[in-house]
């Protein structure tokens, strides 16, 4: 199983996810290309077969250019920086979050959700994605954290629920398969609504539960529920339980032990034929002032990957 298994991290060449004003919201690249080599180097030599990159609008589409930041990557510079992290070993994968709470990338098009010019910038915007990644096996589109609590801090807020929730979820999902590719996207809405969750999420969308505590009780009761505050690694049972495929993810946010006890809990508890692997998310600008925690979040992963192996 291990030597199959995916190991991931994500990497951020656009920053334009976390608000919509400065200091986080950027009108130009936030990144550094000497740290960016760095890391995807280390990763090669850790042991890594992936690197997930938030694209958003940190590359000059041509379908729809005025989304993209100053100094943005042309579509050449990308393709000249896939060829290279192929060459190292690792598999680029795209990600785009079209959560209203992450989607500021999108510009004046994240203020108009839901209606027929957002479903078609998003689906022009997924089809060169795809096509400038040479069809990526997976495409991760988000989907997390869009409640009102999340974006209490923003100057708009929106916040799609119910069936239109899924409308959306199910369109942009489809506008990834028809590019050639399997969607992706991070399961926190079983978290809040897990009864309509598993009954409405179909199994073709891969699933990434995210927890970044130490601790990793089991539950005996009954699942799927609701889950609160410290209860959010049972997800993974509650996935696992309904049969979806998953990479389980971690992160060095609140501690550093949390990858590695991610990697010992979902190793045991979730079907190997279902566990596609795990992803590392440091959720930092690709620039110096990060630069230690960047290594230390590649450096946990070894230390969970050499683990695994040598059991």
């Not at 958003?56 to 050449?76: F, K, M, T």
Request: one cysteine or more; hydrophobic letters at 35%; proline letters at 6%.
């Amino acid at each position: 199983m291990t030597s199959q298994l995916i190991w991931a991290n994500l990497l951020h060449l656009s920053v334009n996810m976390w608000n919509d004003v400065p200091p986080q919201y950027s009108e130009e690249l936030r990144f550094d290309v000497p740290l960016w080599n760095e890391l995807t180097e280390r990763m090669a030599d850790s042991g890594f077969n992936m690197v997930v990159i938030d694209v958003g609008d940190a590359v000059q589409l041509q379908s729809h250019p005025e989304i993209a930041v100053r100094n943005a990557w042309s579509p050449e510079r990308l393709r000249e920086e896939l060829t290279r992290l192929r060459g190292l070993g690792l598999e680029p994968i795209p990600k785009l979050n079209f959560s209203t709470g992450h989607d500021i990338w999108l510009k004046e098009y994240s203020y108009q959700v839901s209606t027929p010019v957002y479903y078609q910038v998003t689906a022009d915007v997924i089809a060169e994605v795809a096509e400038l990644f040479d069809t990526p096996r997976f495409f991760h589109i988000g989907m997390d954290e869009e409640t009102a609590q999340h974006q209490r801090r923003q100057q708009l807020a929106i916040m799609r629920q119910h069936d239109l929730w899924w409308h959306d979820l199910n369109y942009l999902a489809d506008k990834v398969t028809e590019a050639g590719s399997r969607p992706w996207i991070w399961s926190d809405h079983a978290w809040r609504i897990p009864d309509e969750f598993y009954q409405r999420m179909p199994k073709s969308i891969l699933q990434s539960n995210w927890y970044y505590g130490p601790g990793f009780d089991t539950d005996p009761s009954g699942r799927p529920r609701e889950l609160g505050s410290g209860e959010y690694h049972l997800a993974y049972l509650d996935l696992n339980d309904n049969g979806y495929d998953q990479i389980p993810t971690g992160s060095t946010w609140s501690c550093e032990e949390n990858f590695e006890r991610t990697v010992e809990y979902c190793a045991k508890h979730v079907d190997p034929a279902r566990l596609l692997g795990f992803l590392q998310t440091p959720w930092l600008m690709t620039v110096p002032e990060h630069r230690e925690t960047h290594l230390l979040a590649i450096d946990v992963v070894k230390r969970a990957k050499d683990k695994l192996e040598s059991q």
